[in-house]
């Protein structure tokens, strides 16, 4: 549900969570009824740019670094020498700016089913798109849970998935198929990193999604909870899966080189500290 309401607040109404949030708006600049989703773009009076898809908030000017650092880094540097990565969704390209900020990096080829939203992103968002001519870089539109299916067993390092809520297009990314395709694609020590939404709003998915992971083979999971602002509750999580290992630490990096907001090795550390009320709910799965 969306709602632009006379004062000029947008609102994401969350039946599901029993919540709404808020940003107040300039103006609306486009939007698009894709073949897939509703896209819009508003400018806010606060965040910047604001992208909206099918009435959820997706990506701000002002605070998309969380999520996109910690998409990226806990599960590259989780690696220890990733050369060939898969974004799947992420068609806003914050994800793959992160990700080739990575040296050990040869090839990174992004699977976004919606043209359309790179289309506005490379509009509204050019800050998030200035690494989309890197030559190591690829980009196509088509659906990722059969670009997976057909992957070359054994042929990626990394595969990120960046995708919308388990609705629509993006529901089929939280099953058991796309996991096993996933793990098939992946060279021994690769690992998995997906959105894992809200651990406080959302553990009843989580749960389900950290079982499907197991059960499909991969080894221990890490599930890091951070800050988003413009998602239901403010928190929200990345789950990271290892292929046929589980996690020796991670490589530290010089946050200074890597020209981060959010991300340190620090911040990876305490991420890795998992808060009593998800061990509990883990520990009962
Ligand atoms: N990165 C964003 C952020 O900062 O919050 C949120 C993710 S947004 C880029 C999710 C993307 O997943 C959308 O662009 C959508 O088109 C894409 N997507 C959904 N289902 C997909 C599928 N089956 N295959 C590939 N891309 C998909």
Redesign the pocket.
């Known amino acids: 549900m969306t709602s632009l309401d006379k004062n000029h607040w947008f609102t994401e109404v969350s039946d599901r969570d029993g919540s709404a949030f808020s940003l107040r708006i300039n103006k609306l600049l486009e939007q698009q009824q894709s073949p897939?989703?509703h896209v819009a773009m508003y400018e806010t009076t606060d965040f910047g740019n604001l992208m909206v898809?099918d009435g959820c908030t997706?990506?701000s000017s002002r605070e998309?670094f969380f999520?996109?650092e910690m998409i990226a880094h806990p599960a590259l540097f989780s690696h220890p020498n990733p050369k060939n990565v898969v974004i799947?969704?992420?068609?806003?390209c914050?994800?793959l700016r992160e990700v080739l900020k990575h040296d050990s990096v040869e090839t990174v080829t992004q699977?976004?089913?919606?043209q359309v939203?790179t289309e506005m992103s490379l509009k509204y968002f050019p800050e998030l798109c200035s690494a989309n001519d890197d030559p190591r870089a690829t980009l196509l539109f088509d659906?990722?849970?059969k670009y997976m299916r057909d992957a070359q067993a054994e042929s990626i390092d990394v595969i990120i998935v960046?995708?919308?809520d388990p609705v629509g297009?993006?529901e089929?990314?939280f099953n058991h198929a796309f996991y096993q395709s996933c793990l098939a694609a992946l060279r021994p020590g690769g690992v998995l990193v997906q959105?894992s939404e809200s651990p406080l709003m959302h553990m009843p998915l989580l749960l389900e999604m950290r079982a499907a992971i197991k059960q499909v083979g991969f080894g221990a999971l890490q599930t890091l909870p951070f800050p988003q602002p413009i998602y239901p509750s403010g928190l929200w999580s990345v789950t990271l899966a290892r292929k046929g290992l589980g996690f020796d630490g991670f490589r530290a990096c010089d946050p200074d080189a890597l020209n981060t907001l959010y991300y340190t090795p620090g911040v990876h550390q305490g991420a890795l500290a998992e808060p009593p009320f998800m061990t509990k709910a883990f520990n009962q799965q």
């Open positions: 897939f989703q898809i997706m990506v998309n999520y996109h799947i969704g992420g068609g806003d914050g994800t699977i976004d089913i919606d939203v659906d990722g849970i960046d995708g919308t297009p993006g089929g990314l959105q």
